[in-house]
């Protein structure tokens, strides 16, 4: 499975950069004209076996967010640009994770990849996932595209997420993994691709 896994994620994500690289283009010219910063952004993520890697995303917020606020982003954060905020909203964001896929640090569908001080608080049982290589979406994705809504309503957003939402995108991916196939992570990327036009 792993190896029949590897050679979709590598035929998609060639297909996909190969009929995506205007796309790109385009991105990276709003994101200057916007600013005048970096187009790109790479966060430190926690992969498979806790291997930390950079994880690629076309730059939605203002040049060292990081400094000014925590690591979730809920609402309309004031640090997300103009253009970042439609980025987000469609999900364009992610786009440049297909390097990171390319690369094998991650796959099309699979965890979400957390940053470091998250997986620290990790369970033993939870732990589970970093046996999972990290994807760009998954079905907890799809469980929870409403999750910013979600996090934006609550008084303590970041003890919502760490309480609720994380535990419940674990066990949904470790439920889903026991089961999975190329067929099944082709659906998945449907129902993202689906959920994203609607």
Same mark, same amino acid.
């Given at each position: ?6 050679? $979709?994620? %590598?035929? /998609? ?10 796309? $790109? ?16 952004? @790479?966060?430190?993520?926690?992969? @498979? ?6 994880? /690629? ?7 060292? +967010?990081?400094? %000014? ?9 004031? @640090? ?5 905020? /439609? ?11 297909? $390097? ?42 799809? +469980? ?14 970041? +003890? ?22 190329? /067929?099944?992570? $082709?659906?998945? %990327? ?9």
């Amino acid at each position: 499975m792993k190896k029949t896994k590897r050679l $979709f994620d %590598i035929f /998609w994500t060639s297909l996909g950069l190969l009929l995506l690289w205007p796309v $790109f283009l385009v991105i990276a010219l709003l994101i200057k004209i916007d600013d005048g910063g970096p187009v790109f952004y @790479r966060q430190i993520r926690v992969g @498979r076996g806790g291997k930390p890697f950079r994880i /690629w995303k076309f730059r939605t917020m203002v040049v060292d +967010a990081d400094k %000014i606020g925590g690591s979730l982003t809920v609402g309309r954060d004031p @640090r997300i640009t103009r253009t970042g905020y /439609w980025l987000r909203k469609f999900k364009l964001d992610e786009l440049p994770q297909l $390097f990171n896929v390319l690369s094998g640090e991650m796959s099309l569908v699979g965890p979400r990849p957390e940053v470091p001080e998250y997986v620290a608080r990790y369970t033993q049982d939870q732990k589970r996932v970093l046996e999972l290589t990290p994807g760009i979406t998954d079905p907890a994705s799809i +469980a929870y595209r409403n999750e910013n809504e979600i996090l934006a309503s609550s008084d303590d957003p970041e +003890a919502v997420y760490l309480s609720e939402i994380m535990p419940e995108k674990i066990r949904l991916n470790l439920q889903y993994a026991e089961k999975s196939t190329v /067929w099944t992570d $082709f659906l998945t %990327i449907l129902k993202t691709l689906l959920r994203l036009a609607g």
